[in-house]
């Protein structure tokens, strides 16, 4: 079993809906998560951090549940921009292990 | 600030041959991460280090490959000999400190090995 599993997609969603990933990490020593974003071709870039409150950043709000063991990304009223893979992120130590992305595709 | 810069951005090689990959972190970083990528394994951990010392190789495949960081501004992974599945996208990260700060990426390596 991945140490970070998530949902590959693709999804492909209407401008202006809302998405929402889900992901799912098999340690429970993994102390902290991140959402990262990889554009086609290009390198990761960090999109959040996930706090156990939930956090919100703009559109975008990350929701962890440690007792499940699951992370979340909802995406408000989706722009064409937000087409991307979004890469979901456990830190155990020094170790960042990413998921395998889930590919958004946003429709006009 | 130019970010991680990793070179060379493409390479295509034959099978057996030896590959370097290079790449400069961000100044004053701490931490240095090779990963490399593919479509059905994605981000795999390969070797990182900390103050130019490897801390953790576990995810290096083979003894084909080796990474070294000579200094605190370079560092680099060497495939010798190279095969096809070794054919991905080559990653080299830093951070300042590991624990709940951001990794910066560089743009990748894609490496080719026919």
């Known amino acids: 079993r991945k140490e970070v599993e998530q949902d590959p997609g693709p999804f492909n969603v209407p401008e202006g809906a809302t998405v929402a990933f889900n992901c799912t990490y098999s340690?429970?020593?993994?102390?902290?998560f991140f959402w990262y974003r990889q554009d086609c071709r290009k390198e990761p870039k960090l999109l959040m951090s996930?706090?156990?409150s939930g956090n919100e950043d703009g559109r975008f709000t990350a929701q962890l549940n440690r007792a499940s063991q699951y992370i979340s990304l909802l995406i408000r009223d989706s722009k064409l921009s937000d087409s991307a893979t979004y890469l979901c992120?456990?830190?155990?130590?020094?170790?960042?292990?990413f998921g395998t992305g889930t590919r958004l595709t946003i429709i006009p | 600030d130019a970010g991680v810069i990793q070179s060379p951005r493409h390479e295509v090689t034959e099978m057996g041959q030896e590959v370097t990959l290079r790449c400069k972190p961000i100044?004053?970083?701490?931490?240095l991460f090779w990963y490399r990528q593919t479509m059905m394994r994605g981000l795999e951990l390969l070797i990182y280090?900390?103050?130019?010392?490897?801390?953790?190789d576990s995810g290096m495949p083979e003894d084909r490959f080796s990474a070294k960081m000579p200094n605190a501004s370079f560092s680099t992974l060497k495939i010798q000999p190279s095969e096809p599945r070794d054919s991905a996208v080559y990653f080299c990260?830093?951070?300042?400190?590991?624990?709940?700060?951001?990794?910066?990426f560089g743009q990748g390596t894609r490496l080719t090995v026919v």
């Open positions: 990260a830093s951070s300042l400190v590991a624990v709940n700060t951001e990794a910066f």
């Open positions: 340690n429970s020593a993994s102390q902290s």
């Open positions: 996930v706090y156990s």
């Open positions: 992120v456990a830190l155990r130590g020094e170790k960042l292990t």
């Open positions: 100044s004053g970083h701490d931490y």
């Open positions: 280090f900390n103050n130019n010392v490897p801390i953790d």
